[in-house]
């Protein structure tokens, strides 16, 4: 599968990290279908030509996620990679105040979600097919004030090493990508406010963040049968603020 002849499924593809890598797939010539939680935004990135097809949908629904899988899968005779993309915030703030409760949600969106829209891949992808897992290099190089969510990514990232093991002999290859700070919803509170902004970028030593284009071409190599034996890595797109 080169980018031209790709069929690929982005949970959370309606923006930020998933936008990008969706536009950028989609320029490339591949078949892009994407999943969201808003209608509007869902609306929006069609308009904008990012993905040929779309489903309002959230991860931590087993239902909406199949019908997800099933929209993309019939419209593009199956599967040839997905990108597990969504993901949302921890509570941004120390451990020892964090509200255990809240946390329920976080698990259940960035770890219950990447197994069940990686089981329903297990179900539609080709053989040779490929799932990229979008941790966090917070999974690697905690970040102090989010041990909720560096939690959740690390989780994140055992799942794709794991499904990498499981799956090997079938055919898929399963990586995991690491993002440092690239621009998106999620991150746009900070880096708009300029003393948190030199804050981050202190601690890295290319001294920018990410840029969309870097994050789009990555994934878009993982999904190729060319980065088949990269299966079980975890990839930083981190600008050396992993080490």
């Known amino acids: 599968m080169a980018a031209d002849d790709g069929r690929v499924l982005i949970t959370g593809g309606t923006s930020g990290i998933g936008r990008h890598v969706a536009a950028h797939l989609t320029a490339s010539g591949a078949r892009v279908w994407i999943t969201g939680t808003r209608e509007e935004t869902a609306a929006a990135a069609l308009q904008a030509g990012v993905a040929e097809g779309a489903t309002v949908c959230d991860v931590t629904s087993p239902q909406q996620l199949e019908g997800a899988f ?33 946390i329920t949600r976080l698990f259940d969106v960035n770890v219950g979600g990447i197994l069940r829209t990686a089981q329903l891949a297990h179900r539609h992808l080709d053989r040779p097919g490929a799932l990229v897992v979008n941790s966090s290099v917070n999974a690697l190089r905690p970040e102090s004030g989010f041990a909720d969510y560096n939690a959740s990514k690390a989780a994140a990232a055992s799942i794709a090493q794991s499904l990498a093991v499981e799956w090997a002999a079938e055919g898929i290859a399963v990586t995991g990508i690491c993002p440092g700070y690239f621009p998106s919803n999620m991150t746009q509170g900070w880096l ?9 970028l202190s601690h890295i030593p290319m001294g920018r963040f990410g840029r969309p284009e870097e994050i789009g071409a990555t994934v878009a190599f993982l999904l190729t049968p060319q980065a088949q034996f990269l299966s079980g890595a975890l990839i930083p797109i981190a600008g050396a603020s992993n080490v």
Do not use: C, W, Y
Not at 71 to 99: E, M, R, Y
Not at 192 to 200: C, I, K, N
């Open 70 to 102: 099933r929209d993309a899968a019939d419209t593009f005779g199956g599967l040839s990679g997905v990108f597990a993309n969504a993901g949302i915030d921890g509570q941004g703030k120390p451990a020892v105040d964090l509200d255990i409760g809240e």
């Open 192 to 200: 708009d406010d300029p003393e948190t902004r030199q804050q981050l």
